[in-house]
């Protein structure tokens, strides 16, 4: 029989709408605030279930990922690591890209930092997230600009009762069993028939954790084992929202968050610190931060124009607050010498977007979205010095700078099984200033100006076809080009006097390449991508041949290759037990364009932090109703570092490889009553030493005992 173009929209309606509302089911019985939601195209995981694209608040709380860079961990196609050095944070790789190349949301609002976007993702906490989307090679351009190699989206909680409660609480042990922090976390909220409300509170403590047993110091290194120096942080976050719900279709919300940190860095375990220093030693580096806080209030809508339009808004202003001071010496306490100093940040952005989604046809669907944003970046230092005088303050400086994308998305239903997008968009950014403070202030030597300022643009451009030939199949291929402004440190930044500006320095590009699918195979669900990327205009540091010896410059002279293949496996074997495994082989290469003016002077760079190879396998078990066993692996090969500081040739930068890992964990939990639960667990069970970043071991074996109530 054959079945004419109407009919074939109506079964590809049909099958949409039946889509859709799984979806709409799944977000409500998961409590996901679907406003916050950016576009994905997976389907999203159940219970522990963990696929490419999605990773579910119980399989967060299950496998006890308490900061954003330990639960993306468990995903395929995404790594996490540590970026070593003085300002320990915590990095997270998507398919190669890192924290500059993958913007990171709160609710579909961007959490950006002018200066230098240098995010440190063990700063955001999870218990209050409902879920984790990360959208990878292809991020739509509806969603906004700068998706270069992805996005990663933190999507709250939103009740689904009409009274909801949860409180949690966990006891963090070190490897001896001693006292080293907790986690607390709370939530009340109430939906209505035409409102909801809820507010929640989440705080992680890290006293201290210890180092593997496996660490053996060596003679003068700046740590000697057990519990490791200044591995002490405190994080919170409250988020309150308000939503006004007039009808099936339409839905308005206020929400709030604010997240305070304060952390401390462990020095390099090798690194000397005594005086006077061997020759070609590094100056060591004594740093803490105070505070580092994030504060965002936003407004989000979606209101049904008709039967065949809706239209989405969002208004925003965020602040962020950031205090870094640097010490004479390892105790912390005094401020006298000239590496000493106070650098305070105050960044502020506002900005909104609107989406308009009309349904032109049963089978056509046009999307076209517009987006604005305002960052200042507002920087000073407090120096200290030996001679008069000895304390000064510079004047603040501020940059500031609009950003702008306009985007549009064609969706055509081609038949009942094939679906077509494309999207184009266009961004630009304006740099209305850019100041900068040199010398010291009281001084003939003071200069203050402004940088000359270039304006840029950039064109971005995508496509897919999905492929649904029946419900447990689906198949998809995608390209997407999308580039990335660079941020103010990459253009201005002088770094104490080792670089030189550039104000020229223009977008950097990633084509991507996709294909993927997943199948269903009776209790078992297989799914899995092959992806390829292509970096061009990368933003590297060389140093010209016309530069003083220690000066370098950012130019866009890079290109790099990015591909592998992610595979992700969950079975539900019984009634009883549950199996889920992932895999994923990244392979990168980088090559530094030849440039007659810098191409002598070239310094030695590789791609580091990224295993070729990465696993993570569980098991869920419950030999009775209430109980509740999960053992679980992460898994993961060599990654390149860099050695800062090599004692038998200083001079020399050294690239090597770290040793490949396999860290055991396990979760038992008890189901006291229906609504409360009590668990124990391990991480590094058998207190394995592994390294992500040279001189800087993670964390040796630990405990934790967990309570969690629910109504």
């Known amino acids: 029989m054959r079945i004419s173009t109407s009919m074939a929209a109506g079964i590809a309606m049909v099958i949409a709408s039946r889509v859709t509302q799984a979806a709409e089911a799944g977000d409500q019985a998961s409590g996901a605030f679907t406003l916050g939601q950016i576009i994905v195209t997976a389907p999203r995981p159940d219970n522990l279930t963990i696929n490419g694209s999605a990773l579910s608040a119980e399989a967060i709380y299950t496998f006890n990922r308490n900061t954003l860079d330990e639960a993306v961990n468990l995903m395929p196609g995404v790594s996490s690591s540590n970026s070593g050095g003085s300002r320990n944070e915590r990095l997270i790789f998507v398919r190669g890209f890192d924290r500059f190349q993958v913007p990171l949301s709160l609710d579909g609002i961007r959490v950006y930092l002018p200066a230098d976007n240098r995010l440190d993702f063990g700063r955001f906490l999870t218990p209050d997230i409902a879920e984790i989307q990360i959208a990878k090679s292809y991020a739509s351009v509806l969603d906004g600009p700068g998706a270069m190699g992805g996005a990663i989206n933190l999507v709250t909680r939103k009740p689904t009762k009409e009274i909801e409660g949860e409180a949690r609480g966990t006891l963090n042990l070190d490897s001896d069993a001693d006292y080293g922090g907790y986690n607390v976390f709370a939530l009340?909220?109430?939906?209505?028939?035409?409102?909801?409300?809820?507010?929640s509170y989440t705080r992680n403590v890290v006293d201290h954790w210890d180092l593997p047993g496996g660490y053996n110091p060596a003679p003068g290194s700046a740590e000697n084992g057990g519990a490791r120096d200044f591995s002490d942080t405190r994080d919170w976050r409250v988020n309150a929202k308000i939503g006004f719900t007039p009808n099936a279709t339409d839905e308005y919300a206020i929400s709030y968050t604010r997240q305070e940190g304060s952390k401390n860095a462990p020095l390099h375990i090798t690194d000397p610190i005594s005086t006077p220093l061997p020759a070609g030693a590094p100056n060591p580096r004594f740093w803490s931060w105070p505070y580092w806080n994030i504060e965002n209030i936003y407004f989000l809508s979606t209101t049904a124009l008709g039967d065949k339009a809706t239209l989405k808004t969002r208004a925003y202003r965020n602040r962020f607050d950031n205090l870094l001071r640097s010490f004479d010496n390892a105790t912390q306490s005094t401020q006298t010498l000239g590496r000493a100093f106070n650098s305070y940040y105050a960044d502020e952005a506002w900005?909104?977007?609107?989406?308009?989604?009309?349904?032109?046809?049963?089978?056509?669907?046009?999307?076209?979205?517009?987006?604005?944003?305002?960052?200042?970046?507002?920087?000073?230092?407090?120096?200290?010095?030996?001679?008069?005088?000895?304390?000064?303050?510079?004047?603040?400086?501020?940059?500031?700078?609009?950003?702008?994308?306009?985007?549009?998305?064609?969706?055509?239903?081609?038949?009942?099984?094939?679906?077509?997008?494309?999207?184009?968009?266009?961004?630009?950014?304006?740099t209305q200033k850019a100041e900068e403070f040199t010398g010291v202030v009281g001084l003939s030597s003071a200069t203050f100006f402004r940088y000359p300022v270039k304006n840029v643009d950039a064109v971005n451009a995508q496509g897919r076809v999905d492929w649904m030939p029946d419900a447990g199949t689906s198949l998809h291929a995608s390209v997407s080009s999308r580039a990335r402004f660079p941020t103010i440190f990459e253009r201005f930044s002088t770094q104490f006097g080792n670089a030189a500006s550039n104000p020229g320095l223009n977008p950097e590009r990633a084509t991507n390449f996709?294909?993927?699918?997943?199948?269903?195979?009776?209790?078992?669900?297989?799914?899995?991508?092959?992806?390829?990327?292509?970096?061009?205009?990368?933003?590297?540091?060389?140093?010209?041949?016309?530069?003083?010896?220690?000066?370098?410059?950012?130019?866009?002279?890079?290109?790099?290759?990015?591909?592998?293949?992610?595979?992700?496996?969950?079975?539900?074997?019984?009634?009883?037990?549950?199996?889920?495994?992932?895999?994923?082989?990244?392979?990168?290469?980088?090559?530094?364009?030849?440039?007659?003016?810098?191409?002598?002077?070239?310094?030695?760079?590789?791609?580091?932090?990224?295993?070729?190879?990465?696993?993570?396998?569980?098991?869920?078990?419950?030999?009775?109703?209430?109980?509740?066993?999960?053992?679980?692996?992460?898994?993961?090969?060599?990654?390149?570092?860099?050695?800062?500081?090599?004692?038998?040739?200083?001079?020399?930068?050294?690239?090597?490889?770290?040793g490949s890992y396999a860290i055991a964990n396990i979760r038992v939990d008890f189901a006291v009553t229906e609504g409360i639960d009590?668990?124990?667990?391990?991480?590094?069970?058998?207190?394995?030493?592994?390294?992500?970043?040279?001189?800087?071991?993670?964390?040796?074996?630990?405990?934790?005992?967990?309570?969690?109530?629910?109504y």
């Open 188 to 199: 009340l909220g109430t939906k209505q028939e035409l409102w909801y409300a809820q507010a």
């Open 514 to 658: 996709e294909l993927g699918g997943s199948r269903q195979f009776g209790p078992a669900r297989i799914e899995g991508a092959l992806f390829y990327s292509h970096i061009s205009d990368a933003i590297v540091s060389v140093r010209p041949d016309n530069f003083p010896a220690n000066t370098s410059q950012r130019r866009n002279l890079g290109s790099a290759d990015y591909y592998g293949v992610e595979l992700a496996l969950s079975a539900h074997l019984t009634p009883s037990v549950e199996f889920g495994a992932n895999y994923t082989y990244t392979h990168r290469s980088f090559d530094i364009g030849a440039d007659p003016q810098v191409t002598a002077n070239v310094p030695i760079f590789r791609l580091t932090d990224v295993p070729s190879h990465k696993g993570f396998v569980y098991l869920s078990w419950a030999p009775i109703e209430q109980l509740k066993i999960v053992p679980n692996v992460d898994v993961a090969s060599d990654r390149t570092t860099l050695d800062t500081y090599n004692v038998a040739a200083p001079a020399v930068t050294r690239y090597y490889r770290t």
């Open 351 to 430: 900005g909104g977007s609107a989406q308009l989604d009309v349904d032109l046809s049963d089978a056509y669907r046009f999307s076209i979205a517009a987006h604005y944003r305002r960052d200042k970046h507002v920087e000073w230092q407090q120096s200290f010095r030996t001679a008069a005088p000895l304390t000064y303050t510079e004047p603040k400086q501020a940059t500031v700078e609009d950003t702008y994308s306009i985007a549009a998305e064609n969706r055509f239903t081609l038949s009942p099984a094939l679906t077509l997008t494309a999207g184009v968009s266009y961004d630009w950014r304006d």
């Open 678 to 710: 009590i668990g124990v667990g391990a991480r590094n069970l058998f207190n394995d030493y592994y390294v992500l970043s040279d001189g800087f071991p993670e964390q040796g074996r630990s405990f934790f005992a967990s309570l969690r109530a629910r």
